[in-house]
Nanobody, 116 residues
Framework: VQLVESGGGLVQPGGSLRLSCEAS????????MRWYRQAPGKGRELVAG????????NYADSVKGRFTISRNNAKNTVYLQMNSLKPEDTAVYYC??????????WGQGTQVTVSS
């Protein structure tokens, strides 16, 4: 099983980034996919989630209206479009797969830094 994140980097406040997470080794279309983030000195927090068929999404209040989660089951990939980025969005972003029961997989994370 692998979850490989990409798309992180350094961006100025107000800028945009698109994160991708490519999955392999499990039946991607059966899993709810989520993005978490962890800032220095803080716990890991849920940023956004999307159901297996993509019909339902949820977001942390801090990112509503700025971030959009989507998925392409044909490509085994989940995305996080991040707009109007703020310095407080700086964190390591992790991809997460959950089967709705007990099986959970994590990626290694990708660093997002928002700074001028």
């Amino acid at each position: 099983v692998q979850l490989v994140e990409s798309g992180g980097g350094l961006v100025q406040p107000g800028g945009s980034l698109r994160l991708s997470c490519e999955a392999s080794g499990f039946t991607f279309s059966r899993y709810t996919m989520r993005w978490y983030r962890q800032a220095p000195g803080k716990g890991r927090e849920l940023v956004a989630g999307i159901t297996n068929a993509g019909g339902g999404t949820n977001y942390a209040d801090s990112v509503k209206g700025r971030f959009t989660i989507s998925r392409n089951n044909a490509k085994n990939t989940v995305y996080l479009q991040m707009n109007s980025l703020k310095p407080e969005d700086t964190a390591v972003y992790y991809c997460n797969a959950w089967d709705g029961r007990t099986r959970v997989y994590w990626g290694q994370g990708t660093q997002v830094t928002v700074s001028s």
